[in-house]
């Protein structure tokens, strides 16, 4: 890599060498049993220069041919990708426990092992089918540039994701759990999926109409989705978001915060620079159903006359080879502030209403206008503060700014969820179809 | 290729192993409004090695052939554990071995194409809707991917194939004040860059969809008899229906597996429905799956009765099915799973007039926008669509996104139409990404459908 930034810089004036390497085991149960284990160890080397400010971009899985990948970033100035900006000088930034050394060591075997004994209590205790996929995932990022930063970070993941599913379906209760390093399935977990599972064994059919929703932690993406879009600096410049001109105006709920923080330890793999080895920041994006900032990248920073508010990440719309995509404007570490409420409470203070505990199809609404329509899979019906059964073929469908001005409570407690972690949330007055 | 591959064979002590090799290109161009924003052209490459051993089946992915005798312990070391812990012993299906080199006919090869042209075609294009007020901004690019494969089994198999996918596509997005609408627009295909030019009016007419959206009535929420065209069908066909034919989703989920049985009446006695990735000079096109298996045409629902299902050589042994070279990568990072190639419902005698006619009052919904199943129940969206009354069409609709379920709705598809069409757009990510994944269908009616609105 350092003989690569050389041979780069000779013949560009900015240049920044970008490398990843990581290993990644897969372990897959079905119905109660191990069914799959995947191994993936990938490396690779992404190159991005600038010249008479016009961007060139090139990667490779195996730096062999330096002089080739060099060309190659060459061959792609011509296209004239327009990019004014520098790329940092990023120097003593904070140590973040972002890696646990144990994760190298952790055996597939005890993996599998600690997932036998979660099948086996939930089996105990529901006759629903078991599916759980665990990974173990580690990786180093390094990334130099010619203002002269070099900087590095590994991450470790230890994740698990349990699902109980209902019969003739995918449709299922599920709950993440997420870690640096190997820990054991807490009860309440288990308790959690179990409970929840029971209770909505029933099918129901009740009417549709404007009802109270509840979102759990595991489908809040559905609304979160939609905010990201709005407030990404690539939406604003384009012009393609209900959110331009809206800083400073109170666009939510006051109860509703999101925030987004890669630099806290306790909640996902945290993260003291971005893609772009910009230094990361605690960026509030919503405070108090205020809107309050955008968040940005180098490129769209520079073009806005803005500051890079290091949310520069490799983060495609559904690729996942991460060498191969330049950085954009990205949210990694969202985190919802919880509120005063417990589940149960909030569940008790339900008169009729919905909870949408799986969502299909989050991806197919109008999302730059904030729409959504879902589809339950599944949506469990609540009656009198209790869980009374769950319901096929029905819809929620609204507009995150109508929706999220109608927040009537928000739970205690944290979760993680498509990243970030975030409590359960109630809405009032949220359109249902059903049949 | 093939002996460095049996330099790495040697070493592997299992009862079956098979190596794939892969050197994929990939060029992209995006531009976003006026803007180009991306223009890259680049190659990576990496190895997949499946084992088998004492009834275990497991698989690791890696760049660098330096690599490989860390990958061999490690891929034994996760066979041995899913034997050790699973009850069920892995057998792949007998398969005709294959030695065969094969490289598919392209109208223009792409990758002997300057990328000029690419950028010209592809900025000529993006300027169409950019030229018209109340366009927002774009997002249209260029693909191209291909992938040399060189596959290499403990059983002999020694087969290279080339797959080469192009495509322009992208969103156009409108607006007026506080409305933003967006429509899909995409051409392309796997038989080369020619299927590529004059296509100005496919850009032309979705610019024109995109305006007239900002003018359309939202859909209400109801239940609702529908014409689907033949976008949604197709998405239908894959999302609601394709998924369940796939063996893997089904194998280890036993009531969707009673629900699955062969012979049983899925859908009503029109629906015929069939996968063939065998159809030349369509996107889902190829000839070897990544377990080295010949492709084969395989009829699903014949009369609305079940009648076949798509196969790896696993699952085909755990079900007594024949194997049909289904069992498909997105590419050297990933083991094959089985998916869908070219799945379609087959056409009747029908015109579009006829089933309007036939639907009298309701909605004729157009061009997919994405879509997602739980087994049962599906959603999906479209991206316009028209009021019909008394077989008439009337005003636009917008925010159409359906749910429904599965057996239900194949029983209430009620009268199908004669205009076959297949997509020229894939993209169905069932945890890997299979961008040849095309469906199709003629127009079709369906009674009785759940619409979302918003």
Same mark, same amino acid.
């Given at each position: 890599?350092?003989?690569?930034?050389?041979?780069?810089?000779?013949?560009?004036?900015?240049?920044?060498?970008?490398?990843?390497?990581?290993?990644?085991?897969?372990?897959?149960?079905?119905?109660?049993?191990?069914?799959?284990?995947?191994?993936? =160890?990938?490396?690779? !080397?992404?190159?991005?220069?600038?010249?008479?400010?016009?961007?060139?971009?090139?990667?490779?899985?195996?730096?062999?041919?330096?002089?080739?990948? =060099?060309?190659?970033?060459?061959?792609?100035?011509?296209?004239?990708?327009?990019?004014?900006?520098?790329?940092?000088?990023?120097?003593?930034?904070?140590?973040?426990?972002?890696?646990?050394?144990?994760?190298?060591?952790?055996?597939?075997?005890?993996?599998?092992?600690?997932?036998? /004994?979660?099948?086996?209590?939930?089996?105990?205790?529901?006759?629903?089918?078991?599916?759980?996929?665990?990974? =173990?995932?580690?990786?180093?990022?390094?990334?130099?540039?010619?203002?002269?930063?070099?900087?590095?970070?590994?991450?470790?993941?230890?994740?698990? /994701?349990?699902?109980?599913?209902?019969?003739?379906?995918?449709?299922?209760?599920? /709950?993440?759990?997420?870690?640096?390093?190997?820990?054991?399935?807490?009860?309440?977990?288990?308790?959690? =999926?179990?409970?929840?599972?029971?209770?909505?064994?029933?099918? !129901?059919?009740?009417?549709?109409?404007?009802?109270?929703?509840?979102?759990?932690?595991?489908?809040?993406?559905?609304?979160?989705?939609?905010?990201?879009?709005?407030?990404?600096?690539?939406?604003?410049?384009?012009?393609?978001?209900?959110?331009?001109?809206?800083?400073?105006?109170?666009?939510?709920?006051?109860?509703?915060?999101?925030?987004?923080?890669?630099?806290?330890?306790?909640?996902?793999?945290?993260?003291?620079?971005?893609?772009?080895?910009?230094?990361?920041?605690?960026?509030?994006?919503?405070?108090?159903? !205020?809107?309050?900032?955008?968040?940005?990248?180098?490129?769209?920073?520079?073009?806005?006359?803005?500051?890079?508010?290091?949310?520069?990440f490799k983060t495609g719309r559904w690729e996942s080879e991460k060498i191969a995509i330049k950085p954009g404007p990205a949210l990694e570490h969202l985190f919802i502030t919880p509120g005063k409420a417990s589940f149960s409470e909030i569940l008790s203070s339900i008169d009729q209403g919905i909870i949408v505990a799986g969502a299909l199809g989050a991806h197919s609404g109008n999302i730059p206008n904030g729409d959504f329509s879902i589809g339950l899979a599944p949506g469990l019906y609540v009656k009198d503060g209790r869980i009374v059964g769950r319901l096929k073929d029905a819809m929620v469908a609204g507009n995150i700014y109508e929706v999220l001005q109608n927040v009537i409570a928000v739970e205690n407690r944290v979760y993680p969820g498509m990243v970030g972690y975030f409590p359960a949330i109630l809405f009032d007055n949220v359109n249902v179809a059903s049949r | 290729m093939f002996e460095t591959l049996k330099n790495i064979g040697i070493k592997v002590d299992a009862d079956y192993f098979d190596i794939r090799y892969e050197k994929k290109s990939e060029t992209k161009i995006i531009f976003d409004g006026k803007e180009l924003t991306q223009l890259t052209s680049n190659s990576t490459d990496g190895y997949v090695l499946r084992v088998l051993k004492d009834g275990g089946l497991a698989s690791i992915a890696f760049t660098r052939f330096e690599e490989a005798e860390k990958a061999i312990k490690q891929v034994l070391e996760n066979a041995r554990l899913i034997a050790k812990n699973s009850q069920k012993k892995v057998v792949l299906a007998p398969v005709e071995v294959k030695k065969e080199r094969f490289i598919p006919h392209?109208?223009?090869?792409?990758?002997?194409?300057?990328?000029?042209?690419?950028?010209?075609?592809? &900025?000529?294009?993006?300027?169409?809707?950019? &030229?018209?007020?109340?366009?927002?901004?774009?997002?249209?690019?260029?693909?191209?991917?291909?992938?040399?494969?060189?596959?290499?089994?403990?059983?002999?198999?020694?087969?290279?194939?080339?797959?080469?996918?192009? &495509?322009?596509?992208?969103?156009?997005?409108? &607006?007026?004040?506080?409305?933003?609408?967006?429509?899909?627009?995409?051409?392309?295909?796997?038989?080369?860059?020619?299927?590529?030019?004059?296509?100005?009016?496919?850009?032309?007419?979705?610019?024109?969809?995109?305006?007239?959206?900002?003018?359309?009535?939202?859909?209400?929420?109801?239940?609702?008899?529908?014409?689907?065209?033949?976008?949604?069908?197709?998405?239908?066909?894959?999302?609601?229906?394709?998924?369940?034919?796939?063996?893997?989703?089904?194998?280890?989920?036993?009531?969707?597996?009673?629900?699955?049985?062969?012979?049983?009446?899925?859908?009503?006695?029109?629906?015929?429905?069939?996968?063939?990735?065998?159809?030349?000079?369509?996107?889902?096109?190829?000839?070897?799956?990544?377990?080295?298996?010949?492709?084969?045409?395989?009829?699903?629902?014949?009369n609305g009765v079940l009648v076949g299902r798509l196969h790896s050589r696993r699952t085909a042994t755990v079900f007594g099915e024949p194997p049909n070279g289904h069992c498909v990568a997105e590419d050297f990072r990933y083991a094959p799973i089985i998916r869908m190639g070219t799945i379609f419902i087959e056409p009747d005698r029908f015109t579009l007039d006829q089933l309007l006619e036939e639907l009298g009052d309701g909605y004729y919904i157009i061009d997919a926008k994405g879509g997602q199943t739980s087994g049962e129940n599906f959603t999906f969206g479209a991206q316009y669509g028209y009021v019909v009354k008394k077989g008439k069409l009337g005003s636009m609709v917008r925010d159409i996104n359906i749910s429904g379920n599965l057996y239900k709705t194949l029983m209430n598809i009620s009268m199908i139409g004669n205009d076959l069409e297949l997509c020229q757009i894939g993209g169905c990510g069932k945890g890997q990404l299979n961008i040849r994944s095309c469906n199709g269908s003629p127009h079709i009616l369906i009674k009785d459908v759940v619409i979302g609105g918003i």
């Open positions: 890599m350092d003989k690569l930034i050389k041979l780069a810089e000779k013949c560009c004036e900015k240049v920044e060498v970008y490398s990843l390497d990581e290993h990644l085991n897969r372990i897959n149960f079905e119905n109660g049993r191990l069914k799959e284990i995947e191994t993936s =160890i990938q490396s690779g !080397v992404a190159l991005r220069i600038i010249k008479d400010n016009k961007l060139g971009f090139a990667y490779t899985k195996n730096l062999q041919d330096r002089e080739g990948l =060099i060309e190659n970033a060459l061959n792609s100035l011509k296209g004239g990708v327009q990019a004014e900006f520098d790329f940092p000088e990023t120097k003593n930034l904070p140590e973040l426990k972002s890696y646990d050394e144990s994760i190298e060591e952790l055996s597939n075997e005890t993996v599998v092992k600690e997932c036998e /004994r979660v099948v086996k209590k939930i089996s105990e205790r529901s006759k629903g089918q078991v599916n759980i996929t665990a990974i =173990i995932d580690y990786f180093k990022i390094r990334i130099l540039n010619s203002s002269g930063t070099d900087v590095a970070t590994r991450i470790s993941n230890y994740y698990l /994701r349990t699902s109980l599913l209902f019969p003739n379906s995918y449709a299922s209760i599920e /709950r993440i759990l997420q870690d640096r390093k190997f820990v054991h399935t807490p009860d309440d977990y288990i308790d959690y =999926i179990v409970d929840t599972y029971n209770r909505s064994s029933k099918e !129901v059919s009740p009417p549709g109409g404007r009802m109270k929703v509840l979102f759990l932690p595991e489908t809040l993406y559905v609304l979160l989705w939609r905010i990201a879009y709005a407030t990404s600096a690539e939406s604003i410049y384009r012009n393609a978001s209900p959110a331009v001109n809206k800083i400073g105006k109170k666009i939510f709920h006051e109860d509703f915060t999101l925030i987004n923080d890669p630099l806290n330890e306790d909640f996902g793999p945290a993260r003291a620079f971005d893609d772009e080895a910009t230094p990361t920041q605690m960026l509030p994006i919503i405070e108090n159903g !205020v809107l309050k900032n955008f968040y940005y990248d180098l490129n769209y920073a520079q073009k806005m006359n803005k500051k890079s508010s290091g949310n520069g | 392209l109208n223009q090869d792409p990758r002997k194409l300057s990328i000029d042209e690419k950028l010209e075609l592809t &900025r000529r294009y993006n300027e169409i809707p950019l &030229r018209v007020k109340k366009i927002a901004t774009t997002h249209i690019g260029y693909l191209e991917v291909s992938r040399e494969k060189y596959f290499i089994s403990s059983e002999g198999a020694e087969i290279a194939e080339e797959l080469v996918t192009t &495509r322009i596509n992208g969103t156009i997005t409108s &607006r007026d004040g506080n409305l933003i609408q967006t429509v899909r627009v995409g051409i392309g295909g796997s038989d080369g860059f020619g299927r590529l030019r004059n296509q100005d009016e496919h850009f032309e007419k979705k610019t024109s969809i995109a305006l007239q959206l900002l003018r359309a009535e939202p859909i209400p929420a109801g239940n609702y008899n529908v014409i689907l065209n033949q976008s949604m069908a197709g998405v239908f066909t894959h999302e609601a229906f394709g998924h369940f034919s796939e063996a893997d989703l089904i194998e280890d989920n036993p009531t969707m597996r009673e629900k699955m049985k062969l012979n049983a009446q899925l859908g009503s006695e029109i629906l015929n429905i069939k996968d063939d990735p065998t159809i030349p000079h369509q996107l889902g096109f190829y000839k070897y799956d990544d377990e080295g298996v010949e492709a084969k045409p395989t009829q699903l629902l014949k």
